[in-house]
């Protein structure tokens, strides 16, 4: 079955960076766009960026304001986000998902499958 797997979160001080690595089983990876949301407690989980299959296709939420990049390894079946410059309002757990199409789609409806998350704290 399809899995994925998160990993990479922790506490971090403001400004910092975090790299979050989303290890996918169980699916032809090169096939699919692949997002990352998160959602901060009390909240509606958000979306934070997408990456076309290919790699070259990217985009990102509005807010984040060039802090964070997206990216994938088609070899190792693996999407990461690297988080650069974070801030508490960052905080939150981090999910990836794998899209049902090739597009670069921002909507939680179009993405299939979901990882457990993996939480990130920035502390001020």
């Known amino acids: 079955q399809v899995q994925l797997v998160e990993s990479g979160g922790g506490l971090v001080q403001a400004g910092g960076s975090l790299r979050l690595s989303c290890a996918a089983s169980?699916?032809?990876?090169?096939?699919?766009?692949m997002g990352w949301f998160r959602q901060a407690p009390g909240k509606e989980r958000e979306f934070v960026a997408v990456v076309g299959w290919g790699g070259g296709l990217t985009s990102y939420a509005d807010f984040l304001k060039g802090r964070f990049t997206i990216s994938r390894d088609n070899v190792k079946n693996t999407v990461y986000l690297q988080m650069n410059s974070l801030k508490p309002e960052d905080t939150a757990v981090y999910y990836c998902?794998?899209?049902?199409?090739?597009?670069?789609?921002?909507?939680?409806?179009?993405?299939?499958?979901w990882g457990q998350g993996t939480q990130v704290t920035v502390s001020s």
């Open positions: 998902a794998i899209a049902r199409t090739t597009g670069i789609p921002r909507q939680r409806w179009e993405y299939a499958y």
């Open positions: 169980g699916v032809t990876f090169s096939y699919y766009s």
